[in-house]
């Protein structure tokens, strides 16, 4: 698998397959130091967890766009937990933005308020944050508050 991996164009495969190869060892009686397994490990989950929360954020966007919010929010909370757990601000900042839209949809401007704000906190210098800075922007100015900082908020 290692071989193969990385032509298939996914860094997640590779960490997989080196992972897959420690264990492999450890079954068949080699010594693996704890330390590289469980860094191999937690290099999956935080993979596993990454794509989550993006193939969440992609599926939630479908949801709000059929205007079903319930659905949307669920998923987007968990996206949001994933994203902040692995520290992937340009997840995070995306799945905030969607939740801001989400609760700006049901009418609660407090609620995508707090989620702009939450946004601003995970927004790191030099992170690309693409689609995600985009919808924050977007949302942001139609609540009246600047997408990245309180320093000049939108007119309302």
Do not use: N, W
Request: hydrophobic share 45%.
């Amino acid at each position: 698998m290692r071989e193969v991996a990385p032509h298939l164009g996914d860094d997640g495969a590779i960490l997989l397959a080196d992972a897959l190869g420690l264990v492999a060892r450890r079954t068949a009686g080699a010594p693996v130091p704890e330390r590289d397994l469980d860094a191999a490990l937690s290099r999956v989950e935080a993979d596993a967890k990454a794509h989550f929360a993006r193939l969440a954020c992609f599926v939630a966007e479908q949801d709000l766009g059929a205007g079903r919010y319930g659905p949307a929010r669920s998923r987007l909370e968990r996206a949001c937990a994933a994203a902040e757990r692995v520290r992937r601000p340009s997840a995070a900042v995306l799945a905030r933005a969607l939740l801001a839209t989400c609760e700006l949809s049901c009418g609660d401007r407090d609620g995508a308020r707090s989620h702009v704000e939450a946004a601003r906190r995970e927004i790191e210098p030099g992170v690309s944050l693409g689609r995600g800075l985009a919808i924050l922007e977007a949302v942001a100015a139609r609540i009246g508050v600047h997408a990245t900082s309180d320093a000049q908020p939108h007119p309302a």
